[in-house]
């Protein structure tokens, strides 16, 4: 069964940090880029980062570049979204996506499996 279970999310400060974990399941996490996308309440669900199958590519949204790291251990078929200096403009269900491709291409229509989701919450 194909599978993709985010964990990591919960409530921080702001200019607090988070690490995100995807871990996959049932097919080979070589084969996929990943994407880490986020939805805001009331908002749709935008791209936050996304890296190739071999971990040599990555690309961010505008809005978390030099406070966000994406990265991948495919040898234990895990993402992580490393997450610092957090803003509350943050706030958001993450979800991270597969989709069969080696290259850093994680476009939100094109993407094959999904995750359920982790809450981020960043408030004081």
Not at 10 to 27: A, D, N
Not at 40 to 68: H, L, M, Q, W
Not at 103 to 123: E, K, N, P
Request: aromatic share 8%; charged share 15%.
């Amino acid at each position: 069964q194909l599978q993709l279970v985010e964990s990591g999310g919960g409530l921080v400060h702001p200019g607090g940090s988070l690490r995100l974990s995807c871990v996959v399941s049932g097919f080979t996490l070589d084969d996929y880029a990943i994407g880490w996308f986020r939805q805001a309440p009331g908002k749709e669900r935008e791209g936050v980062s996304c890296i190739s199958s071999s971990g040599g590519s990555t690309n961010y949204a505008d809005s978390v570049k030099g406070r966000f790291t994406i990265s991948r251990d495919n040898a234990k078929n895990t993402v992580y979204l490393q997450m610092n200096s957090l803003e509350p403009e943050d706030t958001a269900v993450y979800y991270c996506a597969a989709l069969h491709t080696s290259q850093a291409m994680c476009v939100i229509s094109l993407m094959d499996y999904w995750g359920q989701g982790t809450q981020v919450t960043v408030s004081s």
